[in-house]
């Protein structure tokens, strides 16, 4: 009964997945390691990426019409976490999450996919 | 690195689908149909159902003290919302979710299951 | 300690008072009245407007590098929001309050303000 | 036409208040101060507090049957904030923030006030 687009549930899906990683990641494995994973910058860029997940998701689900719009500051926001986390030896399943819903949400925005 | 256990991550999932079956459902399909669809009773059934599931979610990613306080709260938002959905005809989708997120919310409060 | 500036706190004040007036007058008056004030284009404008507003006042907290760009969104969701309310007899309040929340996201995102 | 009662609306109040702070100041000054603002047990609870406040304020403004006992939850995260923000010498408004809030939500679940 509910009539959003394959391509729009995959996105929330890719959302929902980055978001739990972003925000998990963050709240166990960064805190309890200190150091370079709770300086400002890296901290800030996991939970801005988990909250912009969490909201373009949200607005995707109620398939409202600047939910485009949102997605495409979201793919920013999980470049940036992605690239803080290439940084640190110990983040690559954050990386990866974080590249594969940029992607996602580039592709929901109507922008070009990363070369 | 993540350290949540799996009965925790499947409460987690069971939370996020029965977010997304019942905010998804509410803001297009209920809306959609009007009538006994937008009742207060029933539209403020699924989006708190929606809310409480979405909550729990987050405070298990932190795994939070209280996060099977809340748990067993969203248990009986998911009753409620499974019991005012089994009152109409084309909500069954949403029924089997919520009664699955029961559970999942109850085993993880520590709660017996549902006869 | 807190370094949020004074026109980015006024900035969170008008969103999150935004927020409460849209969610709490969709959840309650909007859902008693019935009729027009459940039609989707306006319920949907209304929970809209809402999140908008609270994922907005969410990264202005943060100070995140994107919340002008969201208030930039949210600015047009207020719009929106106040233009479906204004069709309507009694939901002035709730006009004002998105017109006021418009014009400081607008300010905020660097762009005019409405003649 | 809103129909919250006045303690009701004083509890969302504070619960939004103590919001802003324990979020705004976890991802700005405690980040920047590092150390033990940053340790795993400090910022989990001031994250923790922040979101069962934006939760709590959330399902007071649907005016949900179960918003008493969301708020009796959020008394305790504010109070488990308040004593890790009291062995620091710089969280004094934090501390009052959420001493504030733990006493409107014992009020608004029916609790007795703290002695």
Redesign the interface.
């Known amino acids: 009964?509910?009539?959003?687009s394959k391509e729009m549930q995959a996105c929330?899906d890719a959302c929902?997945s980055c978001y739990?990683m972003c925000?998990?990641?963050a709240?166990?494995?960064c805190?309890?390691q200190?150091g370079a994973h709770?300086?400002?910058k890296h901290?800030?860029a996991m939970?801005?990426c988990a909250?912009?997940c969490r909201?373009s998701?949200?607005?995707m689900?109620?398939?409202?019409t600047?939910a485009k719009?949102?997605c495409a500051?979201c793919a920013?926001?999980c470049e940036t976490c992605a690239k803080e986390c290439e940084a640190l030896p110990?983040m690559k399943?954050c990386v990866d999450e974080c590249r594969r819903c940029a992607d996602a949400c580039r592709k929901m925005s109507g922008q070009k996919m990363a070369a």
Chains 1, 2, 3, 4 share one sequence.
């Open positions: 009964m509910r009539t959003i929330i929902l739990q925000f998990g990641m709240m166990s494995h805190l309890e200190g709770v300086k400002p901290f800030r939970i801005a909250e912009m909201d998701a949200h607005m689900l109620m398939d409202w600047q719009s949102l500051l920013e926001a110990d399943d």
